[in-house]
C-alpha cells in the first residue's frame, strides 16, 4: 500500500503541472505518425535534465502512458497506426470512422485504454516480483514459439481468405530480411543504402496504411462531392460507458492478453494489440462482424495495448534489463539522474520509483479524460472533403517517416511500400498481415538462430525447442490456433473478396 | 532536402569570401551536429548526450551540439552515412565506437575504414568483463576455463553481437585459454545479454563493466573478470584477466568518442582537437557521467591516432583467423 502513501506527491503544484504536461503533450506526439512512444520519451529526456529526478520521471511516465493511448487516434481518423501497438485498432476503428461513427470509436478507444491501463499499472504495483520471474522464463525457444503463434494468427487477420492474409505475411516475413542480418552481420537484399539498416518498422506502418489510402482518395477526386459527405453522428459520453460496460468481454479478453504479452521482453507491445484483437475475434460470438467496424475490435485492441504499459516496465524496475525499446529509453532516463533500477529501487528511492508509478496511474485517468473531451471534436476530421484530405495525411506521411531516422531514405521505403500495398489491396491483400509478418520475422528469426547455437552447444535441437512445459504450452497454442482458422475457413468459404474493395 | 540546405548554405559562405573560410577564425558560427551510430536512449546515445551539454559554454565552443540519430545495422548505416555524405566543414560530426568500427571495415562490405575518419577526442572507456549468473558455480575464470577445458565448445556465453568488444573479448578469451567456447551473440544488444545470464540460458556472458556493475548491485550476478590492462575503479575487487593468468590486452575495451569525416580543413580539427578534451572535463559533465555509472577516460586527438592504429593491427590479427 506504500504506493497510497506517495500518492499526494503526485499533486503537488510542479508535479501536476508536469503530469499535466506529459500527459497532453503524449497525447498530441501519440497521435502524430511516426512518433511512437519510444520515440517521445526520447524526445523528452533532455527536458529532465533541469529537472528533479521524481519530476523528471513524472513527466516520462505521464508521455508514455498518454503516447501509447493517443496513438489510437491517427489509427480510428486517419488509417494510420501512431505505432505498431496501434495496428489491431485501424481494422475496425477506421471504419467506424467512415460510418460516422468516430466519436464512438475515439470514446471506446480511451475507456478501454483506461480500463486495461489502470489494471496494468495495478499489476506492476502489487505483483511485480512474481511477475518478474515470469518475465525472465522466456527464453529464445520459447520467444520463437511465440513468434510462430504470431504467424498462425496472420492467416484470419482482416483478409478475405486465409490464403492471402498468409501471403501476405511471407511478404512481411521477406521485407523483414532486407538489410543487414542482426546477429551475424551479413548481407541481404540491399540494393540500395536506404534500406542497409533494414525496413523501419514505423515509416512502413505508415506507407502500408496511409499511402493506399491517399490513392484512393485521388482517384475518387472526380466523383461528385457532394454525395461523399458524411455525418458524423453525435455520441454522448455516457454512453460510451454503457458500451464498455456491456462489452466486458472483449476488455477482459483485450486487459489480460495485454499484460501477460506485455511482460515479454522484446515481444511485447508490438503484438499486444494484434493478439488481442485475434483472440476476441475467436471467442466473440459476432465474429463475422470483426473488420466491418466492430466496436469490440476497438475496445480489445486498445484495452490491451494500453494494459501492457505497466507489466512492460517490470524487468526494467525489478532486474535493471529493459524489457522494450521503450524501458530502454526509461533506462537512460533514470541513469542520467543517478538512479539505478534493481530490486533496492524501491528501498533507496521509494519517493522517486512509487511517485513515478502513481504518475502513469493518475496519468491513465487524466489521459481517459482529456482524450473523451476531444473525442467529439476530433471526430469531425472525417468530414474534411477527401482532396483534401489525401493532401494533409500525405503530409504527415512524409513527415513521420522522416522524422524517425531523419532520413529521406525511410521516405522512399515509405512511398515505395504504400504504392505497393495499393495494388496488392485491388487483389483483395490487406496491410495488417504484411506488417506482422515484418513485425514478426527478426524475432523468429534471431531466436531460433541463438537458440539453435545454445542447442548445438549442449542439448541438441530436438530437446531444445520441443522440452519444457512452456514450450508444449505454446506448441499446443499453435496447434490450437491453426486448427481453429482450417476449420473456419472450410466452414465459411470466405472465397469471395471483400466488398469495399473495387 | 538537408543537402540542399546545406548545398545552400555552403554557397552563401563561398560568397561571403574566401578569406574567412581560410583563417576559421570565428568557427564555430553555428550550432554543430553529432551523429550517434546508436538509436536514442542507447549507452552510446545517452553519453554523447551528456558529455555535449556544455557546448555552448563560452570556454567549450561556444555553440551547442545537436545529437542526430542513424542507427541500424549495429553501427554499418550511422558510420557508412558519415564516411560517405556527411559534410567535411566541421558542423558535423560524428560518435565513434572502437573496436566496432574497425573490426566491421575489417569484416568488409561497409564503406568506411579508420582512414575515413579524422578522431577528436575520446570521451569514455568501457571495458568487457565477464559475468555469471548470481547462482552459478563458477566463481573465477579457471572455473570457467576448467569446465571449457572438459567440454569443448559446450560453455555457452552471451554478447551484445558479432563483431563487437564483446566478441572480441570472446576471442582472446579463447586463444589465452586455449579452450574452444560457443559465443551466442545477442540480437537484442548488452541489455538482452545481460538477460540471457540473468536468466540462465547460457552459462555466462561477456558485458559492458557499466551494465554489469549495476547487475552486480542488483544481486543478479557476479563478475568474475575485466578484459582491461588495470582494475577498474567501479569494481577495485574484480581481478584483470592478466592477473588470473590469461594474456588478454584492452583490445576489447569500447572506446567512444568524437571524429570528424575525413577532408574536414586542418584549422578545425586543431581547433576542435584543443577545445573538445577540456570540454569533456567539465565538472559537471563528470558528475553526470558518474552519476550514470559510465566511466570517463578523457584522451587527445594524438593519443586517440596511436589508438586508432594499435587497434588495427591486434584486430587484422584476431579477426583474420574467422
Redesign the interface.
Known sequence: MQFLYYLDDVFTITNFALLLLGTVGGLILGATPGLSPTMAVALLIPFTFKLEPQQGLILLGAAYTSTVAGGAVSAILLKIPGAPANIATTLDGHTMAQKGEGARALQLSFLASAVGGIFGVFLLIFLTPVLAKWALAFGPSHLFWMAILGVTVIGTLDSSSVVKGLLAGCIGLWLSTIGFDDIMGAQRFIFHDAVAGGINVIPALIGLFAIPQVIMMLTKGRTDQSAEVITVKKHPIGQAFREIIAKRTAVIIGTITGSIIGLIPGVGGQIAGLVAYDQSKKFSKESEKFGTGHSEGVIAAESANNAMVGPSLVPLLTLSIPGSPTAAVLLGGLLIHGIFPGPDLFINYPAVAWTFIDSMLIGQILMCIFGLYIAGLAASVARVPHSVMAGLVLGLAVFGSYSVQNSMGDVYVMAALGIGMYFLERFGFSAAPLVLGLILGPIAEANFIQGSMIANATVGMGTYFFSGWLNWLLILIVLASVSYSIWMEIAQRRYTAKEDIV | ??KWIAGAALALTALAGTANAESHGSYPERPIMLMVSY????AT??QA??VT?TAGNDDALGMPIAI???????G??GW??FATQAEADGYTMGAYNIPHFIA?SI?G?VSYSADSFEPIANWGADPAVFVVAADSEFNSMSDVVEFASANP????FSGA???VGHHIAALQLEKAAGVKL?Y?????GG??A???V??G??MGGVNNLSDAF??Q????VKILGVFDLERNEFLPDVPTMMEQGYDIDNSSVNFRGVMVPKGTPQPIIDHLAATVPGMFENARVQR?MT???SPMHIMTRDEVLEMWAARQVTLEELLAGL
Open positions: 532536402m538537408k538509436g536514442a536512449g542507447g546515445d545517452f548526450r551528456i551539454m542526430i540519430n542513424k542507427s541500424g545495422a549495429g554499418r548505416v557508412n552515412w566491421q569484416e562490405g565448445g559446450g560453455l555457452t553481437g558479432l563483431f560457443a551466442i551473440p545477442n540480437n537484442a541489455a538482452g545481460m538477460r540471457a540473468i536468466s540460458e547460457v549495476r547487475a548491485e542488483a544481486g543478479t553526470r552519476a550514470g555509472g
